[in-house]
T-cell receptor, first 113, second 113 residues
Framework: DAGVIQSPRHEVTEMGQEVTLRCKPI?????LFWYRQTMMRGLELLIY????????DSGMPEDRFSAKMPNASFSTLKIQPSEPRDSAVYFC???????????FGNGTRLTVT | GENVEQHPSTLSVQEGDSAVIKCTYS??????FPWYKQELGKGPQLIID?????GEKKDQRIAVTLNKTAKHFSLHITETQPEDSAVYFC????????????FGAGTRLFVKA
């Protein structure tokens, strides 16, 4: 089991550019979550999917953020246009069921200058 | 919505001593309480969890207690070792028509050799 795989590990971009973060969940896990971690706000749930369908996107901060899950093994989180305040570590996590443990990837550290 | 408070924010102990981290939650409907350990540069990893129908659970040097009446739960680490140094997060999960896991702000544990 390779675990949840995220790419890239680090992303540095200029304000206004489009950023795409990628995630491959653990095979067989039906739930996929995107979290953002900052010193000020801690771990925040942005959106989660069940069987590739978005269930709750109430944590997505603005329309600049969008997430897709075209199939069971791949998800993307896109920010367009990016802003300096989007700088954070973005984690993808997957789980077998809704109320079962989350398995996190190692995150993407995003820096927007 | 659910709110999880975690204390202390920083904890320093001598190797071999015990460490206790406490959390409170606001929504009495929460029924699953996981604890995660995050090491530098990595995503959080589950170390122990407890469900609302259980008052205590133990796994080697780690134990968790839950008081549903008071809406308190705690993590106890005995015989601490330097490799226990990390950031620890408590969390509470509930079904609000969509399942959400809300995290505490984290406790940075230092174990001095």
């Amino acid at each position: 089991d390779a675990g949840v795989i995220q790419s890239p590990r680090h992303e540095v971009t200029e304000m206004g550019q489009e950023v795409t973060l990628r995630c491959k969940p653990i095979s067989g896990h039906d739930y996929l979550f995107w979290y953002r971690q900052t010193m000020m706000r801690g771990l925040e749930l942005l959106i989660y999917f069940n069987n590739n369908v978005p269930i709750d996107d109430s944590g997505m901060p603005e329309d600049r953020f969008s997430a897709k899950m075209p199939n069971a093994s791949f998800s993307t989180l896109k920010i367009q246009p990016s802003e300096p305040r989007d700088s954070a570590v973005y984690f993808c996590a997957s789980s077998f069921m809704e109320d079962s443990p989350l398995h996190f990837g190692n995150g993407t550290r995003l820096t927007v200058t | 919505g659910e709110n999880v408070e975690q204390h202390p924010s920083t904890l320093s102990v001598q190797e071999g001593d015990s460490a206790v981290i406490k959390c409170t939650y606001s929504d009495s409907a929460s029924n699953y309480f996981p604890w995660y350990k995050q090491e530098l540069g990595k995503g959080p990893q589950l170390i122990i969890d407890i469900r609302s129908n259980v008052g205590e659970k133990k796994d080697q040097r780690i134990a968790v207690t839950l008081n549903k009446t008071a809406k308190h739960f705690s993590l106890h680490i005995t015989e601490t070792q330097p490799e226990d140094s990390a950031v620890y997060f408590c969390a509470a999960s509930l079904d609000t028509g969509g399942f959400k896991t809300i995290f505490g702000a984290g406790t940075r544990l230092f174990v001095k050799a």
